[in-house]
């Protein structure tokens, strides 16, 4: 199933100008159906969509991951990015693999962006390109 999503749109969100682009690279389509599967670990319960995440340093290797477990709890971005801590991995430089696009809103948790830009990754990338068009308007605001 997860072969058929051709495009994944890549953030960089550098300070001054952020980037976009959409690959297909078989790296992130690998990752994105290792989380994929992760995300079947997620609760079909709630409103919360099934979400997983996957960290990647700069080789490319998968170093962390995290799902979202259900309403109120930490969504998988920030799940993941606990992982790494837990790990003792600096979150600094990595890219992260996301089934879908983190959230920007504050609700029963916070934005997965502000996560993500404070945990200084190099990128990430989820599944549709115009979901990551607002990661980077959320990245300039």
Do not use: F
């Amino acid at each position: 199933m997860w072969n058929s999503w051709r495009l994944v749109s890549v953030v960089s969100p550098g300070a001054e100008n952020p980037t976009i682009m959409t690959t297909t690279t078989t790296a992130y389509l690998e990752h994105m159906a290792e989380a994929l599967t992760l995300a079947q670990q997620s609760p079909i319960a709630g409103r919360n969509p099934r979400v997983a995440c996957v960290l990647l340093d700069d080789s490319g290797s998968a170093v962390a991951s995290g799902y979202h477990r259900g309403v109120g709890t930490p969504h998988a971005e920030v799940e993941a990015l606990h992982d790494a801590a837990s790990k003792g991995i600096d979150t600094a430089g990595l890219t992260a693999v996301v089934t879908l696009e983190p959230c920007s809103h504050h609700g029963s948790t916070g934005p997965c962006t502000e996560a993500l830009i404070s945990a200084e990754l190099a990128g990430w990338c989820s599944e549709q390109r115009t979901q990551a068009r607002s990661l980077v308007e959320v990245h300039r605001s």
